[in-house]
Protein backbone atom coordinates (compact mmCIF):
# COMPACT_ATOMS: atom_id res chain seq x y z
CA UNK A 1 0.00 0.00 0.00
CA UNK A 2 2.98 2.13 0.58
CA UNK A 3 3.98 1.85 -3.00
CA UNK A 4 0.42 3.02 -4.22
CA UNK A 5 -0.75 5.79 -1.63
CA UNK A 6 3.31 7.21 -0.85
CA UNK A 7 4.90 7.02 2.28
CA UNK A 8 4.42 8.29 5.04
CA UNK A 9 7.67 9.56 6.12
CA UNK A 10 8.88 10.36 10.09
CA UNK A 11 8.99 13.61 10.89
CA UNK A 12 5.63 14.60 8.68
CA UNK A 13 1.88 15.19 9.86
CA UNK A 14 -0.64 13.90 8.20
CA UNK A 15 -4.23 15.82 8.61
CA UNK A 16 -6.91 13.10 7.84
CA UNK A 17 -10.76 12.93 7.26
CA UNK A 18 -11.88 10.22 9.33
CA UNK A 19 -15.68 10.46 7.78
CA UNK A 20 -19.01 10.66 10.02
CA UNK A 21 -18.26 7.49 12.10
CA UNK A 22 -18.51 4.29 9.96
CA UNK A 23 -15.44 3.07 9.10
CA UNK A 24 -16.58 1.62 5.85
CA UNK A 25 -16.51 5.64 4.96
CA UNK A 26 -12.74 5.72 5.31
CA UNK A 27 -10.78 6.66 2.12
CA UNK A 28 -8.07 4.22 1.42
CA UNK A 29 -5.13 6.53 2.01
CA UNK A 30 -6.69 7.30 5.44
CA UNK A 31 -6.51 3.65 6.53
CA UNK A 32 -2.99 3.83 4.82
CA UNK A 33 -2.54 6.55 7.39
CA UNK A 34 -3.80 4.80 10.62
CA UNK A 35 -2.06 1.41 10.21
CA UNK A 36 1.41 3.75 9.22
CA UNK A 37 1.10 6.40 11.79
CA UNK A 38 3.44 6.33 15.02
CA UNK A 39 1.36 8.59 17.23
CA UNK A 40 -2.81 9.51 16.37
CA UNK A 41 -3.61 12.66 17.94
CA UNK A 42 -7.63 12.31 17.34
CA UNK A 43 -10.61 14.33 17.89
CA UNK A 44 -13.98 13.44 19.92
CA UNK A 45 -15.28 12.80 16.70
CA UNK A 46 -13.65 10.05 15.92
CA UNK A 47 -14.93 7.08 16.45
CA UNK A 48 -13.55 3.99 18.25
CA UNK A 49 -14.17 1.72 15.32
CA UNK A 50 -12.07 3.82 13.34
CA UNK A 51 -9.35 3.95 16.02
CA UNK A 52 -9.32 0.23 16.13
CA UNK A 53 -8.04 0.32 12.70
CA UNK A 54 -4.57 1.68 13.96
CA UNK A 55 -1.50 -0.21 14.07
CA UNK A 56 -1.59 -2.02 17.52
CA UNK A 57 1.81 0.08 18.48
CA UNK A 58 0.61 3.59 17.30
CA UNK A 59 0.17 6.13 20.70
CA UNK A 60 -2.85 7.65 20.59
CA UNK A 61 -3.00 10.80 22.18
CA UNK A 62 -6.95 12.56 22.49
CA UNK A 63 -6.96 15.73 21.93
CA UNK A 64 -10.84 16.81 21.17
CA UNK A 65 -12.89 20.08 21.64
CA UNK A 66 -16.22 19.81 22.81
CA UNK A 67 -18.60 23.02 22.96
CA UNK A 68 -19.32 23.96 26.80
CA UNK A 69 -16.61 21.01 28.13
CA UNK A 70 -12.99 21.80 29.30
CA UNK A 71 -11.00 20.87 25.80
CA UNK A 72 -7.22 21.22 24.61
CA UNK A 73 -6.77 25.04 23.30
CA UNK A 74 -6.41 24.71 19.18
CA UNK A 75 -2.81 26.32 19.65
CA UNK A 76 -1.57 23.70 21.99
CA UNK A 77 -2.57 21.51 19.77
CA UNK A 78 -1.09 22.58 16.73
CA UNK A 79 2.42 22.87 18.63
CA UNK A 80 1.75 19.27 19.79
CA UNK A 81 1.77 18.01 16.58
CA UNK A 82 4.89 20.65 15.50
CA UNK A 83 6.74 18.50 18.69
CA UNK A 84 5.98 15.20 17.86
CA UNK A 85 7.02 15.66 13.47
CA UNK A 86 10.45 17.53 15.06
CA UNK A 87 10.73 14.49 17.48
CA UNK A 88 10.99 12.21 14.28
CA UNK A 89 7.65 10.44 14.17
CA UNK A 90 5.01 10.08 11.62
CA UNK A 91 2.02 11.75 12.79
CA UNK A 92 -1.47 11.35 12.44
CA UNK A 93 -3.82 14.06 13.02
CA UNK A 94 -7.45 12.56 12.85
CA UNK A 95 -10.55 14.05 13.01
CA UNK A 96 -13.72 13.56 12.05
CA UNK A 97 -15.74 14.14 8.96
CA UNK A 98 -13.41 16.42 6.48
CA UNK A 99 -9.95 17.92 8.35
CA UNK A 100 -11.11 21.40 6.21
CA UNK A 101 -14.97 21.84 6.76
CA UNK A 102 -15.29 23.21 10.46
CA UNK A 103 -12.36 21.06 11.89
CA UNK A 104 -10.13 23.76 11.98
CA UNK A 105 -7.71 21.92 9.53
CA UNK A 106 -6.77 24.80 8.26
CA UNK A 107 -5.37 26.30 10.89
CA UNK A 108 -3.42 23.48 11.80
CA UNK A 109 -2.19 23.58 8.32
CA UNK A 110 -0.95 27.33 8.78
CA UNK A 111 0.95 26.48 11.62
CA UNK A 112 2.60 23.73 9.95
CA UNK A 113 3.78 25.87 7.56
CA UNK A 114 4.99 28.60 9.81
CA UNK A 115 6.92 25.93 11.65
CA UNK A 116 8.20 24.36 8.15
CA UNK A 117 6.86 20.92 8.89
CA UNK A 118 5.98 18.92 6.15
CA UNK A 119 2.53 18.02 6.15
CA UNK A 120 -0.35 16.61 3.51
CA UNK A 121 -3.75 16.82 3.72
CA UNK A 122 -6.26 13.77 3.32
CA UNK A 123 -10.04 14.78 3.26
CA UNK A 124 -12.62 12.91 4.57
CA UNK A 125 -16.70 12.76 3.67
CA UNK A 126 -18.15 15.85 5.76
CA UNK A 127 -21.27 14.89 8.38
CA UNK A 128 -22.85 17.30 6.67
CA UNK A 129 -23.05 15.48 3.39
CA UNK A 130 -21.56 11.90 4.42
CA UNK A 131 -24.41 11.71 7.82
CA UNK A 132 -27.12 13.46 5.89
CA UNK A 133 -26.86 10.37 3.06
CA UNK A 134 -26.69 7.49 5.63
CA UNK A 135 -29.80 9.05 7.08
CA UNK A 136 -31.85 8.86 3.67
CA UNK A 137 -31.56 13.28 3.29
CA UNK A 138 -30.09 14.00 0.08
CA UNK A 139 -28.73 17.71 0.26
CA UNK A 140 -29.59 18.51 -3.23
CA UNK A 141 -32.29 17.44 -5.97
CA UNK A 142 -33.39 19.26 -9.03
CA UNK A 143 -37.09 19.26 -8.50
CA UNK A 144 -35.82 21.12 -4.05
CA UNK A 145 -33.02 23.25 -4.78
CA UNK A 146 -29.91 24.19 -6.51
CA UNK A 147 -27.39 24.99 -3.55
CA UNK A 148 -26.98 23.95 0.09
CA UNK A 149 -25.71 25.91 2.35
CA UNK A 150 -22.74 24.30 4.95
CA UNK A 151 -22.33 26.30 8.17
CA UNK A 152 -21.87 26.47 12.07
CA UNK A 153 -24.45 27.09 14.68
CA UNK A 154 -21.60 27.11 17.43
CA UNK A 155 -21.60 31.13 17.40
CA UNK A 156 -25.58 32.10 17.10
CA UNK A 157 -25.00 35.02 19.10
CA UNK A 158 -25.59 38.68 18.61
CA UNK A 159 -23.09 40.99 17.59
CA UNK A 160 -20.29 40.86 15.44
CA UNK A 161 -19.41 37.73 15.73
CA UNK A 162 -23.01 36.63 15.57
CA UNK A 163 -24.24 34.66 12.44
CA UNK A 164 -26.92 36.89 10.01
CA UNK A 165 -29.21 34.27 10.11
CA UNK A 166 -31.58 36.73 7.72
CA UNK A 167 -29.17 36.75 4.68
CA UNK A 168 -28.78 33.31 5.04
CA UNK A 169 -32.62 33.03 5.10
CA UNK A 170 -33.23 34.96 1.40
CA UNK A 171 -31.11 32.64 -0.10
CA UNK A 172 -34.20 30.04 0.27
CA UNK A 173 -31.34 27.20 -0.09
CA UNK A 174 -31.41 24.84 2.44
CA UNK A 175 -29.31 25.16 5.11
CA UNK A 176 -27.26 21.62 6.64
CA UNK A 177 -25.94 22.95 10.45
CA UNK A 178 -22.99 21.77 12.41
CA UNK A 179 -22.05 22.44 16.13
CA UNK A 180 -26.10 23.69 16.25
CA UNK A 181 -28.04 21.96 19.11
CA UNK A 182 -27.30 24.29 21.88
CA UNK A 183 -28.23 26.67 19.49
CA UNK A 184 -31.66 25.23 18.18
CA UNK A 185 -33.79 27.71 19.96
CA UNK A 186 -31.73 30.68 18.65
CA UNK A 187 -31.51 30.16 15.73
CA UNK A 188 -34.96 28.64 14.76
CA UNK A 189 -36.60 31.61 15.97
CA UNK A 190 -34.58 34.00 14.00
CA UNK A 191 -35.01 31.70 10.60
CA UNK A 192 -39.11 32.21 11.49
CA UNK A 193 -38.51 36.61 12.16
CA UNK A 194 -36.52 36.44 8.51
CA UNK A 195 -39.29 35.07 6.61
CA UNK A 196 -38.89 31.12 6.59
CA UNK A 197 -42.18 29.14 7.36
CA UNK A 198 -42.80 27.71 10.60
CA UNK A 199 -43.80 24.58 8.85
CA UNK A 200 -40.19 24.26 7.00
CA UNK A 201 -39.07 20.90 7.29
CA UNK A 202 -36.12 20.34 9.68
CA UNK A 203 -33.97 16.78 9.93
CA UNK A 204 -31.95 16.00 13.48
CA UNK A 205 -29.17 13.12 13.05
CA UNK A 206 -27.46 12.40 15.88
CA UNK A 207 -24.43 9.94 15.94
CA UNK A 208 -24.83 9.91 11.91
CA UNK A 209 -23.48 6.62 10.21
CA UNK A 210 -22.47 4.23 13.46
CA UNK A 211 -24.70 1.84 15.19
CA UNK A 212 -26.15 4.66 17.67
CA UNK A 213 -27.87 6.43 14.78
CA UNK A 214 -30.75 8.39 15.49
CA UNK A 215 -33.02 10.70 13.02
CA UNK A 216 -35.67 12.87 13.68
CA UNK A 217 -37.92 15.09 11.67
CA UNK A 218 -39.90 18.07 11.98
CA UNK A 219 -40.30 21.35 11.73
CA UNK A 220 -38.95 24.47 12.33
CA UNK A 221 -40.85 25.52 14.44
CA UNK A 222 -40.76 22.47 16.88
CA UNK A 223 -37.44 21.36 16.45
CA UNK A 224 -36.28 22.16 19.92
CA UNK A 225 -39.07 20.52 21.73
CA UNK A 226 -39.07 17.47 19.68
CA UNK A 227 -35.68 17.07 19.65
CA UNK A 228 -35.89 17.35 23.73
CA UNK A 229 -38.39 15.19 24.06
CA UNK A 230 -36.76 12.25 21.80
CA UNK A 231 -33.61 12.71 23.93
CA UNK A 232 -31.69 13.67 21.25
CA UNK A 233 -27.92 15.58 22.15
CA UNK A 234 -25.14 16.12 20.37
CA UNK A 235 -22.94 15.40 17.73
CA UNK A 236 -25.65 16.53 15.41
CA UNK A 237 -26.40 17.53 12.21
CA UNK A 238 -29.64 19.56 11.56
CA UNK A 239 -30.92 20.50 8.13
CA UNK A 240 -33.08 23.02 7.55
CA UNK A 241 -35.29 23.02 3.90
CA UNK A 242 -36.97 21.24 1.98
CA UNK A 243 -34.69 18.16 1.33
CA UNK A 244 -35.51 16.79 4.66
CA UNK A 245 -38.83 16.30 3.82
CA UNK A 246 -37.65 13.73 1.32
CA UNK A 247 -36.52 11.42 3.87
CA UNK A 248 -40.13 9.78 3.91
CA UNK A 249 -39.90 8.69 0.55
CA UNK A 250 -36.03 7.70 0.84
CA UNK A 251 -36.73 5.78 3.62
CA UNK A 252 -39.76 3.90 2.92
CA UNK A 253 -37.72 2.69 -0.19
CA UNK A 254 -35.56 0.47 2.76
CA UNK A 255 -32.72 2.90 2.65
CA UNK A 256 -32.17 3.59 5.88
CA UNK A 257 -33.46 1.03 8.74
CA UNK A 258 -31.67 2.53 11.54
CA UNK A 259 -33.06 5.85 11.59
CA UNK A 260 -36.19 6.67 13.51
CA UNK A 261 -39.65 7.30 11.59
Not at 40 to 65: C, H, M, N, Q, T
Amino acid sequence: MTDRFGAFEPGTVWLVGAGPGDPGLLTLLAVHALQTADVIVYDALVSDDVLALARPEAIREFAGKRGGKPSPKQRDITERLIELARAGHRVLRLKGGDPFVFGRGGEEALGLVAAHVPFKVVPGITAGLGGLAAAGIPATTRDTNQAVILMTGHCATDGSDGIDWAAYARTGAPLILYMAMSNLPKIAPALIAAGTAPDTPVAIVVRASTEAQRTLVTTLATAHDDAIAAGFEAPAIIAIGAIAGLKAALVGAGLDARALP
